[in-house]
């Protein structure tokens, strides 16, 4: 029999998964549950060391003997401190150690309690990764989001101790009393997260991912943001092609591939869960999506194996069902799959479903004319657009940029906050010698004006600023309307205008306050010659703005 503590029973089905079969223990009360599994679980040996100091060195030098990672198991407080020494030790030797220490509850840390102080991080850069384990408290509302949380932390964990050269990593489990229950019959069946390297001694490492997609009824390729770098040129627009012709592939605006599936936002919004549209095996490559219908589509679906295709081999488990991780360029990657896309045992109605869904949400967005809003300001730039490099903001403006831009543009996603949007298109503009636009809210604006406090801009550089006096994306949140503070206090209210910023930094000013305003006024913005920056600034009614949004989808 196997403790009742969850989260302990992940961790042990995953250390024998990540072939875990030493483990050299320590005595005390708050790591028996972790001790007892490792004792009942037959795929697990145990090794009795009293002094911790002592059982660091004796785990490291039964990894040096075997080859394999080993654990080291210690109870909470000063016990994991006496491990410094050895984990110091097995980081400038490359060796897998796998540090394990129980832990008092966290709320109990600092509070004169025992054996209790801060053990995460506890050890400092001599390990390559330190998680800190989820209890999953009997009945939780999150039981389930815990339980992947933990599970993922785990193999992150592991994974990182037999990344490239091994090193030391640090799982510290908080276990809450009773301690002394031992009730499971079983440990649970856990998903194990792969890492895989494509080498030239074993080839077929990277064709593990490509068989999945190839042999997949309904294969999906989702591609996030991408790096800026890559030149898109006629034969990967070819490979991109070759790609779209075979699979269902979503990508947005943000995506530097050359390709135009990018209205799946629209598409998830009319099918729901509908299980037609749900594939059963993903490819993602590239970084951040912006689109939370995607995220939550995916994460929902049942069954669904994910393949992260990254150099980095970072655990990036946004669909909640990652099945592995191919460290090898993307580009690579998928010029591989398309060079075998004829190989495919898709569906075909599948990937015919989605392409006739996305092409007609793309002509909904080409022929939905919205009201004079800031929906209306992007819609009759981009159709407009002459040339040049485009900077979008977030939240708001990243949105109408996947809706209405016909070619990749720039955003800071990587952690999605408004502040320095302003600021990163400026510092482009001023080694550019291209005109560089930046299409932009008002709170993002006003937060980071000081971007334009700077003698190096010159006229290449333009700004569109979208001013509807507070921060809109809140009026679409659901339920949020019932707060009498969202208004003034979550949104951001204001009255400010740019005007007064544009006359203390030698900006040209133009204002738009109608829909006759703005389109002439986008017209001198991209046309206008001048020596120094040019903003126009458009005036738009909140409710107007979020009526323009609903009506869009709405009318779907």
Known sequence: MYSNKENVNILTALLVAHGVRCAVVCPGSRNAPIVHNFNACPDMECYAVTDERSAGFYALGISLATGLPVAVCVTSGTALLNLAPAVAEAYYQHVPLIVISADRPQRWIDQLDGQTLPQPDALGRFVRKSVALPEIPAGSSHADEERWHCNRLVNEALLDAQFRSGAPVHINVPISEPLFQFTQSALPRERKIERRFPRGDDPEVEKVMTRAILNAKR?????????????????????????????????????????????????????????????DVVAYAGDSIVSKRLKRFLRNAEG???????????????????????????????????????ESAADPSFCALWQESLRRASRHAEQYLPDYSQMAAVKWFEEHFSGGVVHYANSTSIRLANIYSGHPVYCNRGVNGIEGSLSTAAGFSVVSQERVFCVIGDLSFFYDQNALWNQNLRGNFRILLLNNEKGGIFNQLKGLEQSSARDRYVAGEHHASAEGICMQNDIVYLKAVDEEQMRRGIGQLMAMESRRPVLLEVFTDDAKDEQAFRDYYRSL
């Open 304 to 342: 669904v194996q994910v393949y992260r295709l990254s150099t980095d081999g970072a655990v990036a488990d946004t669909f909640l069902h990652l099945s592995e991780i191919t460290v090898f360029h993307p580009e690579h990657a998928l010029a591989g799959i398309a060079s075998r896309a004829d």
């Open 219 to 279: 294969p999906m390729i989702v591609i996030g943001q991408t790096r800026s770098d890559f030149i898109c040129d006629d034969a990967y627009r070819q490979v991109m092609r070759a790609l779209s012709a075979h699979f269902v592939v979503l990508t947005e605006r943000l995506c530097n591939y050359g390709i135009e599936t990018v209205h799946f936002d629209e598409v998830l919004y009319q099918v729901g869960d509908d299980m037609r549209y749900q594939p």
